[in-house]
Nanobody, 112 residues
Framework: VQLVESGGMLVYTGGSLRLSCVAS????????MAWVRQAPGKGLEWVAT?????NFARSDKGRFTISRDNAKNTVYLQIDSLKPEDTAVYYC?????????RGQGTQVTVSS
């Protein structure tokens, strides 16, 4: 299993970002995928899950959008209306929750 996240950067409050995760080493199209995050000094927090059938769930329905492109073995996380409390390392996870294999993460920093 290999998961490579990208797209994190420094942004200002109210901005938007799209994170990407390219997966390899397993049958991506038949796998549930999730995004989780870890803020400084805190534990892993579930952000969103997209299932192999295309259904999805997210912790913030107004600001988080998860999607996938099975042809590119890629899962995306769109975050809108960014807040300073969104500052965290964002990880892509194989599986529907926080416990599966994950990548190295991508840093999102939101400045006010």
């Amino acid at each position: 299993v290999q998961l490579v996240e990208s797209g994190g950067m420094l942004v200002y409050t109210g901005g938007s970002l799209r994170l990407s995760c390219v997966a390899s080493g397993f049958p991506f199209s038949s796998s549930d995928m999730a995004w989780v995050r870890q803020a400084p000094g805190k534990g892993l927090e579930w952000v969103a899950t997209i299932y192999s059938d295309g259904n999805f769930a997210r912790s913030d329905k107004g600001r988080f959008t998860i999607s996938r492109d099975n042809a590119k073995n890629t899962v995306y996380l769109q975050i809108d209306s960014l807040k300073p409390e969104d500052t965290a390392v964002y990880y892509c996870v194989k599986g529907p929750g926080t416990w599966g294999p994950r990548g190295q993460g991508t840093q999102v920093t939101v400045s006010s």
